[in-house]
């Protein structure tokens, strides 16, 4: 029986995003947990409703700082779907390389901040320090560091300049040295061994009641990957492996997402490669979208990410969905938190890599004809403080 | 696309309103066929539920389930369409697959279906509202 609550949240002191996690406690023991999600108010599916297409495009650029190239292309891949619109070969590689070089970045955030999680800061900053070279290609190939704005209907936004691809191959030279380095170190280092392994199971079973996706589920021995599976983009005319690995402890999930950045390395080379030699159109004109209906999807660092749109004809969606990977991963905690000391439950919460502010896309603010003051805040925040006291007090 | 001539020999009752586009399978079903249809996918060919996609349309509300069928890179997408709107109800399809738990929630918070036989239908993201449940993303005509 359960006989403390331990509360993790409103708002994480390291994960820095808003969530609430109840661990049931018996002595050291994790015996129960509560997921409660639903702190930050955003509206996104809303607002897509209310923009053009296009505009669409660039609003869910905006639904996660790190996945803002994973969920602008799962929506142009939905719009595509529609029309069943060909792209130009050379906007092909183009998506395919920003989108590997996102999950370079990506993998390496959540490496250090493993690190950080579980007091290890020389991988934390290592791995953050490793990750700067990366965001230094976007800027030379979008000019942004983030939010690269580099997805259209019909293809890409810019062009990757020809003489800049030689500076390209130069720093991912340099990220592939130090990244076999950091795999090398996974490997060996028995920090990382002794405080990983066998902690937070998710076993293959559980990984597929769950719905889990991505580095999660690819970690408890499910082969699921979008980009093999589905291949959009130009993943059905590059060479690599899709890492899969049988415990689904926090290791093996750490182990995946290694491994998956030299995967993503060799792609990057080989759409450089392809981009020396291959010119032509990036973008192929698109007039109108037909009505219908149509489903996107992309493998986003931390798994699948989902957009569903349906059109009637006009130049708005009528209806946009968006499901982003962390939202079919954070309930797997039910699973791999139980039975497992508190001391272990923080970095098996950081496990998937969890992104609240992909989760919690869709609410909408109802009935709000202007936009509230400070005033207006101060009044809710206080209504709501209210509202709480009287629940706790039961009366 | 033997998996999709598979289902439809199979279910050929149950399933109208057919769309077929490249990996894509649209269908329509009837809320008591729901959970076996459900079953079928998830249990008996091994899909994994993606998501589900709820929308207000003028003849009802519509539940779009997205089921990827992972091995070949398809989606079975089983519509059910609600006329009751001003009481939408459903049969729930957790039981059979718990990834759809949270899904199932939401779309009770944001638009109202209430999912029959859900094992803890409660509000998922608005439910420290002090309003309490006003389904925001619902037609607003009437106010």
Known sequence: ?395 | MDNVENFVSLHNTKISKLIKKKKRFYFNVKNDDVIEIADYLFNKIGCRLSTATAQETYNGIEVLYHFSHDESGEYFCPRVIITDKKNPEMNSITPIVKGAEWIEREMYDLWGIKFIGHPRLELLLTKDNPAGINQPLRFRRES
């Not at chain 1, 993790?8 to 999600?37: N, R, S």
């Not at chain 1, 719009?79 to 590689?93: G, M, S």
């Not at chain 1, 490496?111 to 990366?134: C, Q, S």
């Open chain 1, 1 to 395: 029986m359960s006989k403390n609550i331990i509360p993790v949240g409103p708002f994480h002191p390291l994960l820095e995003e808003a969530e609430y996690f109840t661990l049931k406690v018996d002595g050291e023991k994790v015996t129960g947990i509560d997921l409660d999600i639903g702190w930050m108010h955003r509206g996104h599916e809303f607002i897509s409703e209310t923009k053009t297409f296009t505009q669409s495009i660039y609003l869910v650029e905006r639904i996660c700082g790190i996945c803002s190239t994973s969920h602008p292309l799962a929506c142009v891949h939905a719009i595509e779907d529609i029309d069943n619109i060909d792209i130009p070969l050379r906007a092909r590689y183009i998506r395919t390389l920003i989108g590997e070089l996102e999950r370079i970045h990506s993998h390496l955030l959540w490496i250090g901040l493993a690190g950080h999680f579980i007091g290890y800061d020389t991988l934390w900053m290592w791995a953050w320090k490793y990750r700067e070279p990366v965001l230094q290609m976007f800027e030379i190939i979008s000019g942004n560091r983030n939010h690269y704005g580099m997805m259209r209907v019909g293809g890409v936004a810019k062009d990757v300049d020809p003489s800049s691809i030689p500076k390209l191959y130069n720093i991912l030279d340099d990220i592939a040295v130090k990244m076999d380095m950091i795999a090398n170190a996974a490997n060996d280092d028995p920090v990382l061994r002794s405080r990983l392994v066998g902690v937070g199971v998710l076993s293959y079973e559980e990984a597929v009641r769950f719905c889990a996706v991505g580095p999660t589920s690819r970690a408890s021995g499910i082969t699921a990957d979008v980009r093999k599976d589905d291949p959009g983009d130009a993943y059905d005319l590059v060479e690599f492996n899709t890492i899969v690995m049988k415990n689904g402890d926090v290791y093996d999930k750490l182990v995946v997402r290694v491994l998956e950045t030299l995967e993503s390395i060799k792609i990057v080379r080989q759409c450089l490669d392809k981009l020396k030699n291959i010119n032509g159109p990036i973008l192929n004109d698109v007039k109108e979208i037909s009505p219908g209906e149509g489903i996107g999807r992309y493998e986003a660092p931390r798994g699948e990410v989902f957009h569903y749109i349906r059109s009637d004809g006009t130049n708005r969606p009528v209806r946009h969905k968006v499901r982003a990977p962390s939202y079919v991963n954070i309930p797997t905690f039910e699973a791999s938190c139980i039975g497992i000391p508190i001391a272990d439950a923080l970095i098996t919460l950081a496990a998937v890599d969890p992104c609240y502010c992909c989760t919690e896309r869709s609410i909408k603010v109802v009935d709000s004809a202007r936009q509230p003051t400070k005033i207006d805040l101060l009044k809710i925040s206080r209504e709501k403080t209210d509202y709480l006291r009287r629940q706790i007090n039961g009366n």
